[in-house]
């Protein structure tokens, strides 16, 4: 067990998958020579060479899509898009080629891809810089989406990732690249579409992903201490979506809430209040509520996008709205 | 580097055409084979399609048949080929039995793509036949990305393996041509990119959809080298193309080559081309490189005309054997609609029929609402 | 009023617009010299000239960002992207441009932008010819995102699109263009961000959109002869999604059944049932199901497409299992 | 059509600098007292960054001071620019005030954007300056609008309006740039498309990113003809650029012109550059166009050492007073976050801060759960 970065968790396990697997390449804008944009791939081309770290010109769509026609003749390419935000320009190969190869060609071909890109807005990068949209991938059949939380997970679920044979998304955070967890040593990998209960609690259930689940529980932790009990789900894996264990802790918790960095409308928050009011309907006694972003493009100025988004403020103050409405004894 | 037209193959005839007298006969007899194989199938799939036996879109390759078999004469077994939606020919003259393409059609499980794919996703992985792409460009950079694998894994040399990429003449306006060819010229890729120029892309002609009708020429943005050949004339598509993929295969050089041909009819079945006027359409039926190359066979003396009928023939009756193979086999079962998403089984893959309540996880509680 | 179809009304009010207003105009792929690939815009050409109706080539991100760009300086291009698939390929212009432009840069441009484009399933068309994603779009502050679902409303909202200063998906459906309905003979506009009540009913509320809007009214109508009343909620438009609208419905019904043609993961029925959950959570009687589609990339094969969409049948079938959970009396 | 190479304006110095003979003194003096703010503002920028008084990224111009000047030297009042995200010289040689810019990228209700866009979207509807864009090749397809709509609106002629589209050297791999010049050259639209060739994209060098490097001939795959000058040298700039806008006013003939100049320090405030040896850093420093100029001007006597070091003493301060104005400016109030989204108001948009319940209308029942 050592304790790592998120961002070291990351590159140690894309290390440690290149050095078990030939076959595994790395590709994307400035991974190379510059080292990475947020320096996950630091060292990896000098210790790899060209062949196995190649830096693209910008041209998202081209090298992703150059990725999924390697990934088709077996080799396990893992592509960085430098902000998920650029995905965009590569979204038809992703959707309309990665997710669809398999299903449409009769099964014949295979895609083992992996895309890994950060999301997050709160670095004051303005509208076209700060998205998520984690839910345009979430939406479609034939990927698979992670969203860790943690270093352990980023190990897990990229090294999971890595080996499967279909295309995933590893969205990463740009906030959580510098925080630290306890890491394994051993190689392990994680289940792709299983959710995780980072913290066990009675009173209220808490689904949240990635940097969200990471802010849930430092709320919980400090509920704890006013005695309120708090249940957290990072989910891990959006697609596919683990269902039942959200609603097991609902049944339990009789309530719930969604944090999500996201947008409310049609978000990542939607589809797991949806499932709850149906898997867990007779359970809740309250309305699920749902924590999210404004609805507006991401403003730069600081104090515009502070308000713009979520925090554990707003994430407390539904608890206790959430509890309260259900007179839950303080 | 250089740009350069080519009309025809080695040598020329008077006409135009490729001399076929230093040809062994038994190919030249092949590719007219393949030819009237691909027109009578196309024929009857606009057939089927107007009895409904063939749905979606059906987009057909009548009039490029001799750009078709040049381009596949050229291919290596061990080459990749990815195709646009417009693939019926060349998955025929790359060998698939015309039974299973038109079980495709049919959407019957015992299709190239077991049903799933229709007339535009033609795939056979024995056959290197890397599938027809109905997103315009999309196939570019997958084909690119082939042929990546291939100069990861593998020295250039004569028996190197190649990829051959087919764009329609439209499609070189979008950014994944400009994207991939430049990929592809900086990396070195083995990679041949075949322009089937058919003057048009649905009604548009190449001369209002692109500045730079020279498509061939199109390459001069990344120092990519580029050829043109008369796609009527099918022993200059094929040695055209071999030039091209032996450039690619030994000395990792990707390169554009063009084939001018002609779409007889619609862009699929049901467009009536009205946007084209009668004079159009006849002089399209004059270019016909069916007849011609018939004609040509019959002229220096490599088939009679009663050898050439019967090949018309037999074209026709393996269509009509196609057309039966389809028409017996079986649709896929619903059994198998959740068996193609993910080829790696993950828990909570959802395999929900529409309607289905959600599958939630067992409900162990007595509690009740 | 006169009885028109779908795509009568559109092609009549696209006249309709640019005769009113020079600075409409045209652009897409085959909408000229081809009349269009649906023929929307047939004999368009013939009386207003390329100038008015510019045929482009094949290039989605680039004639949907010049359109964007000549929105910017005043004009009010009504673009056709052929179908909404191919819209992957122009998302980052939608999205990271026209959605953003107006708020990036502090409200000193405006881009009065329509896109019209239509999506569905259920035509043999695969997997990549046959989505919705209408999603992608309704998720996005600054996007505005219509349905019209009858003629009288593809008249209504395509011209209260095009008089808006701020971009707008029209959002058609391969499956309506040839219904028919009575349209008013004289000009109007409906409010984007107003759902309306299909049809009146006291037992359960049926929310959909577009070709689902449809389906909804004729299996309502057929329940009715049964003895089930139904509401039929059609949304019209996904942004902004008038929840007051569905809420004031089920709040008088307790009973809700979203139908939608996407897959239902993180798909607009999820919004839609997290809505009613969230603003009618007192009043539901049952949890509110989604009837959509199966999850996978939509196979050519009709046996395997037919079972992988939603039909009147299957909508039929939850509305019956959703009063029978709760003892409605036959 | 021809593609040209142009290292300076009319005539050329034997140390291959614009002759400044025949320029009458003033706009030179103009265009180095622009030079001069900035090099002094961005140094300061960077400074502010460190302080945390600007967030986000923050792209300078630092090395590129004679590109930015000569082009906006060239550009008439009537016409517009679209920017990349490294544009506030633009902003500052177009006229907009120093504070005004200062302000954005400090987040400001007095900056250009009101503080919502920041140092990459920097905007003046007054000035014609479109916009900055952080998507890499994203204001390719709108600046091919804006030109577009300006042919729909007008002929062409000397005092037409025209279009500046500025895309860096890393930006011409992308499929956007490939659309829209394709476009703006089918349509004949009244635009110049300037390549600021700084020599990378953040650590790429053109070599290795565009298998064409000479990167003003890629619009040959358009028949589009380029220009390529020398970026250090403001009068070739200015010169260059006045006769592409002047091509595109008159005959709406596109055109693309490559600047060749050098970034002085890293892509970003952040980026120490450490991909760059020191030798590189050095040639680099050599190359400083602000010390060139600032010399010519003084061997050409049209300044003396002492106004030279006046205006830069100015320059510093106008810096100042700008940052001044930006830290006494206000940010954007909270009551603003829902006024910018959309332009026509419509029911129903949502104004919901985070952890506020939803809008679902008034419940008027009486009854309860
Ligand atoms: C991205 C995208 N845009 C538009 C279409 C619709 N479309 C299908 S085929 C076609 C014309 C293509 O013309 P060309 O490339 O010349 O190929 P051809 O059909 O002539 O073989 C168009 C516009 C599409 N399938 N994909
Ligand atoms: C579509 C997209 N991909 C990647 C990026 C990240 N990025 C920002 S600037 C840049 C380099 C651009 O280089 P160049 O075009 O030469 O412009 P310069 O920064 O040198 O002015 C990259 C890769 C982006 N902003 N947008
Ligand atoms: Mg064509
Ligand atoms: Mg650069």
Redesign the interface.
């Known amino acids: 067990m050592t304790t790592l970065t998120y961002r070291q968790a990351l590159h140690d396990t894309l290390r440690a998958e290149m050095l078990r697997d030939d076959n595994v390449l790395l590709m994307g804008e400035e991974i190379g020579v510059f080292e990475g944009s947020y320096k996950i791939t630091a060292g990896l081309l000098a210790e790899f060479g060209p062949r196995r770290v190649k830096d693209t010109p910008i041209c998202e769509e081209g090298f992703v899509g150059a990725a999924i026609g390697a990934a088709m003749l077996g080799l396990r390419p893992v592509v960085e898009i430098m902000t998920i935000n650029f995905s965009l320009l590569a979204i038809d190969q992703i959707v309309n080629h990665a997710a669809k190869v398999h299903a449409m060609f009769g099964g014949q071909a295979t895609v083992p891809l992996v895309i890994r890109t950060p999301g997050g807005g709160g670095q004051q990068l303005a509208a076209t810089h700060s998205q998520n949209i984690e839910v345009y991938y979430a939406h479609m059949p034939g990927l698979k989406v992670v969203a860790p939380a943690t270093p352990a997970d980023a190990k897990g679920l990229l090294a999971a990732a890595i080996r499967d044979d279909d295309p995933v998304l590893v969205l990463e955070n740009l906030a959580l690249y510098n925080t630290k967890g306890d890491v394994s040593d051993d190689p392990y990998t994680l289940d792709i579409g299983r959710a995780a209960v980072m913290k066990q609690g009675r009173d209220i259930t808490v689904i949240s992903y990635s940097r969200g689940a990471v802010i849930a529980l430092q709320v919980a932790r400090r509920l704890e201490e006013e005695g309120i009990s708090v249940e957290v789900i990072d989910l891990r894996s959006l697609r596919p979506l683990d269902r039942p264990a959200i609603c097991a802790s609902v049944r339990k918790t009789s309530r719930a809430i969604v944090l999500e960095d996201d947008w409310l409308s049609y978000g990542v928050g939607a589809e797991v209040a949806a499932t709850i009011q149906e898997g867990a309907f007779d359970y809740l006694d309250a309305p699920v509520r749902r924590v999210a972003a404004a609805e507006v493009p991401l403003p730069y100025s600081k104090p515009l996008e502070s308000a713009a988004l979520p925090d554990a403020a707003d994430l407390t103050k539904v608890i206790k709205e959430t509890l309260d409405a259900t007179r839950y004894p303080a | 580097m250089s740009d350069q037209v080519r009309t025809a193959g080695q040598t020329t005839t008077p006409d135009g055409h490729s001399d076929l007298s230093g040809e062994p006969p038994e190919p030249l007899v092949g590719y007219y084979r393949q030819m009237a194989l691909i027109r009578a199938f196309e024929l009857r799939a606009a057939e089927m399609y107007t009895k409904a036996k063939i ?3 059906c987009h057909l390759n009548l009039g490029e048949e001799a750009t078709v078999v040049g381009l596949m004469a050229a291919l290596c077994p061990t080459d ?1 080929l ?1 195709a646009t939606y417009r693939e019926h020919g060349y998955a025929l003259a790359r060998g698939v039995p015309a039974e299973r393409v038109m079980a495709e059609l049919f ?3 015992t ?8 007339s ?2 033609l ?3 024995d056959l290197r036949l ?2 027809g ?6 196939q ?11 100069s ?1 894994r593998a020295e250039p040399g004569e028996r190197a393996e190649a990829v051959m990429c087919l764009i329609g003449d ?2 070189t ?11 592809a ?2 990396w070195h890729l083995p990679i041949v990119y075949v322009i089937v120029n058919n003057g048009l ?4 002609p190449v001369s ?5 009708p020279e498509l061939y ?8 080298p580029g050829t043109r050949v008369d796609g009527n004339d099918v022993l200059a598509v094929r040695d055209a193309a071999a030039g091209a993929l032996d450039r690619a295969r030994s000395e990792r050089r990707p390169s554009i080559l063009e084939a001018v041909c002609y779409r007889l009819r619609g862009h699929s079945v049901v467009d009536p081309a009205r ?1 084209r006027t009668k004079e159009e359409t006849d002089r399209l039926r004059s270019l016909d490189p069916l007849p011609q190359f018939r004609s040509q066979l019959i002229t220096a003396g490599i088939l009679d005309g009663e050898e050439a009928s019967r090949i018309d023939t037999d074209a026709e009756q393996a269509v009509s054997a196609a057309v039966a193979f389809a028409e017996d086999s079986p ?2 079962g ?1 059994d ?9 089984p ?10 289905e ?9 007595d ?3």
């Open positions: 749905g979606g879109y990749y990815f959407g019957k499980a299709g190239t793509s077991g049903g799933w794919g229709g535009m996703h795939f056979d992985a890397l599938g792409y109905g997103i315009v460009g999309g570019i950079p997958l084909a690119t990305g082939a042929a990546l694998a291939i990861y439209g499609a306006n979008i950014g994944a041509f400009h994207e991939s060819l430049n990929l010229a900086i892309g649905m009604g548009t209002a959809s692109s500045a730079e020429r199109r390459g001069c943005a990344y120092r990519m946007y649709f896929p619903q198998q609609l959740f068996a193609r998403t993910y080829a790696t993950v828990p909570n893959t959802s395999t929900s029929l529409p309607g309540p959600l599958d939630c996880g067992p409900d162990q509680s509690r009740t609402g």
